[in-house]
């Protein structure tokens, strides 16, 4: 049972990434999928989420209307799509399993530079 997150990298403010959050050991659209970040020295805060029946979704107010978080469920697979991105996105980012089973994948670093 793992989450293991990709897709990071180094982009210009402005720029958009794709990050990609897959999972094994269980099915994704049975659980709260959800996307948290760390930036240096800052303590880790929440993204967004995405509910497992319905697939509603909820976003950070700094990050509304420019991020978007989807699953694909044939794939078993969470996505977080990032538009417009900012120097202050910078951070790792981490894909998690909400639940009573907590699971958090290993993260995956986002630098926003010019």
């Known amino acids: 049972v793992q989450l293991v997150e990709s897709g990071g990298g180094l982009v210009q403010p402005g720029g958009s990434l794709r990050l990609t959050c897959a999972a094994s050991?269980?099915?994704?659209?049975?659980?709260?999928m959800s996307w948290y970040r760390q930036a240096p020295g800052k303590e880790r805060e929440f993204v967004a989420y995405?509910?497992?029946?319905?697939?509603?979704?909820n976003y950070a107010d700094s990050v509304k209307g420019r991020f978007a978080i989807s699953r694909d469920n044939g794939k078993n697979t969470v996505y977080l799509q990032m538009n417009s991105l900012k120097p202050e996105d910078t951070a790792v980012y981490y894909c998690?399993?909400?639940?009573?089973?907590?699971?958090w994948g290993q993260g995956t670093q986002v630098t926003v530079s010019s």
């Open positions: 998690k399993r909400v639940g009573e089973n907590t699971l």
């Open positions: 050991g269980f099915t994704v659209s049975s659980y709260v």
């Open positions: 995405i509910t497992s029946v319905r697939g509603s979704t």
